[in-house]
């Protein structure tokens, strides 16, 4: 998004283009800064998110052996027919029963095998024939979740991706500045709205990077925002702090039955709204009583009207319950229900509609950000917003190599008043103190970055 003028040595200005220039180079030098610890993660958040973006439809081609089934005139087999032969197939403690969301869709049960590991087994629910299994959350596209959100890498790993969020945000504020324009005259729009030179000239490289981010800064914030929930320090944070004494409901819903000290991201998954929402007890004096079995339990989903696709967790206690839960494309469709594992009521039906309102816009802005809430324009769009965000990475990276001074890191020159690259830090340090790590980083960076001057300082 910058357009980095040279800035050309003359005789003294006066003081207004003087602080003027000073302004520009010293939000030049941190929109630099902020490149270089951002555009790395940039790139690979924009590939994992664009493939992520069309989750099903690979999943669906890459596991169509497990996924996709014939469809036939006959009705699906019950769920207990379905379980008894994956427990045939893999003996173990049966924790979870998944309906095909489509008539064509396989039917999906979870079993904790003999060590305790999660296994998804996968059936035909027409012939009740076993497809195969992988480990839970073991696909493609699981995986591709994973790298995308670093969980793979472990807990410091998925901090970085909270500094690149917030870092991220600080690049299209700088970055709009830099880019807009100052000129006037008929070349006004040149690395404004059009791209001048050809692929040789440094020019060309600058110009697309000054478009491509102008025309794509409102996504990169909108993403870095609606991705910041998943965060582990503010993320967690915000969770506690938007459902309110770790109770996970969200307040004026009102909760009359009692509650275990299980959560329901504990059951799998679920949404950020509802990781600390305590799931239910079944009534203690019915434990004489025969529980319902798992027909019974998705006959009572089904009548409710969950969403297709939706997911059965089984009780693993005599007090435990029987949760169904779906989060499809649609937000509004949102839906978990927790049935008494006796007399098969429901104990609480929560809906998206219940939640409060920043659980409500959070929640929203997660399925946008995935791609889901509009169908295939979603898609689409942030597709082309993340090839953008790649070839905005790329074009920083060719300019910077074809500026920067030979053996040397080519960091934009220090305003002469100081007084204004504190302005700006300060300016800067807003962002660091709602987003903690943030803050923690852009400090980190102000003390190399004065380490870096005083080494040149003293070499001259």
């Known amino acids: 998004m910058q357009t980095h003028h040279d800035v050309a040595a003359s005789s003294p200005r006066p003081a207004p283009r003087r602080a003027a220039q000073d302004l520009y180079l010293a939000i030049w030098r941190w929109h630099f800064y902020a490149g270089l610890l951002v555009l790395p993660f940039l790139v690979t958040l924009a590939v994992t998110g664009a493939l992520y973006l069309f989750n099903d439809e690979l999943d669906a081609w890459w596991h169509a052996d497990l996924k996709r089934v014939s469809v036939q005139e006959q009705a699906p087999l019950p769920p207990s027919t379905l379980l008894a032969a994956a427990l045939e197939a893999q003996p173990g403690t049966p ?4 309906a095909p969301a489509t008539p064509d869709a396989s039917a999906e049960i979870t079993i904790a095998d003999p060590q305790g590991e999660p296994i998804a087994v996968y059936l035909d629910p027409y012939r009740g024939e076993v497809l195969g299994w992988l480990p839970d959350r073991g696909t493609l596209m699981w995986t591709v979740r994973h790298l995308h959100s670093l969980r793979l890498f472990g807990p410091i790993a998925r901090g970085l991706i909270e500094i690149a969020a917030g870092w991220s945000i600080l ?8 880019w807009w324009p100052r000129r006037s005259g008929s070349s006004r729009l040149g690395g404004v709205l059009s791209v001048r030179g050809t692929p040789r000239r440094r020019l060309f490289w600058r110009d697309t ?35 309110g004494n770790n ?9 009359a039955v009692p509650l275990s000290d299980e959560h329901l991201d504990h059951l799998g998954p679920t949404t950020w709204s509802l990781e600390r929402a ?32 939706y997911a059965v967790n089984l009780p693993s206690t005599p007090d435990g319950v029987f949760t169904g839960s779906v989060y499809p494309d649609d937000v509004a469709q949102q839906r978990v229900v927790h049935l008494d594992q006796y007399s098969g009521e429901p104990l609480l039906d929560m809906r998206y509609a219940d939640y409060g309102p920043l659980g409500r816009w ?32 790329v074009s920083a990276a060719i300019m910077w190599w074809k500026r920067r001074p030979s053996g040397k890191l080519g960091t934009p020159p220090l305003p002469k008043d100081p007084k204004i690259l504190r302005g700006v830090v300060a300016i800067l340090a807003l962002g ?29």
């Open 171 to 178: 690049l299209v504020g700088t970055g709009l500045y830099l």
């Open 95 to 98: 924790l979870k029963y998944t």
């Open 247 to 255: 109770f996970g409901y969200p307040a004026g819903l009102r909760v």
């Open 432 to 460: 660091g103190v709602i987003f903690p790590l943030v803050g923690a980083s852009l400090l980190a960076m102000l003390v190399l970055d004065r380490l870096w001057v005083w080494q040149r300082q003293r070499r001259l």
């Open 209 to 243: 990077h000054a478009v491509s981010g102008v025309l794509v800064g409102a996504f990169i914030v909108f993403l870095a925002v609606t991705g910041m929930p998943w965060s582990n320090l503010w993320g967690g944070k915000v969770n506690e702090w938007a459902n």
């Open 362 to 393: 959070l929640e929203w802005g997660i399925n946008v950000h995935l791609g889901q809430q509009f169908g295939r324009t979603n898609q689409i769009v942030l597709l082309i917003a993340c090839l953008a965000m790649v070839l905005l990475a």
């Open 278 to 309: 305590q799931v239910p007890l079944s009534s203690h004096d019915r434990h004489d009583a025969a529980p319902i079995d798992l027909d019974q339990a998705v006959a009572t989903f089904e009548r409710l009207g969950l969403h297709p696709g």
